[in-house]
């Protein structure tokens, strides 16, 4: 089993940054690819961005794109989620998630493990 932990949401203003954690256990961290979801009020969840196991290769969403930036520490077993230049439309519960077969899924089905998730809110 993995245990994922989120860390690190909060309030900010548009313009603002914000800098997400997720700690995980249970399983070496380098066997893990990682990903970073998001779900607001009513809408369903979707993807944000996903890093290889190696922390080489990163994809983003179109929405968060220049951005956002996803990166891991191996040493420190945990993946953060860099985000600048917010908006009120980022405002939602951040998730982080892991799977340990599939490779930078940008689905919902492609990870098996799941952080409890952290608030994001982003004032106008």
């Known amino acids: 089993q993995v245990q994922l932990v989120e860390s690190g949401g909060g309030l900010a203003q548009a313009g603002g940054s914000l800098r997400l954690s997720c700690a995980a256990s249970g399983r070496a961290f380098s066997t893990l690819t990682m990903g970073w979801f998001r779900q607001a009020p009513g809408k369903e969840r979707e993807f944000v961005a996903t890093?290889?196991?190696?922390?080489?290769?990163?994809n983003y969403a179109d929405s968060v794109k220049g951005r956002f930036t996803i990166s891991r520490d191996n040493a420190k077993n945990t993946v953060y989620l860099q985000m600048n230049d917010l908006k009120p439309e980022d405002t939602a519960v951040y998730y982080c998630a892991a799977d340990t077969f599939r490779t930078m899924a940008t689905t919902i089905n492609g990870y098996g493990y799941w952080g409890q998730g952290t608030q994001v809110t982003v004032s106008s």
């Open positions: 890093i290889s196991r190696s922390g080489s290769f990163t």
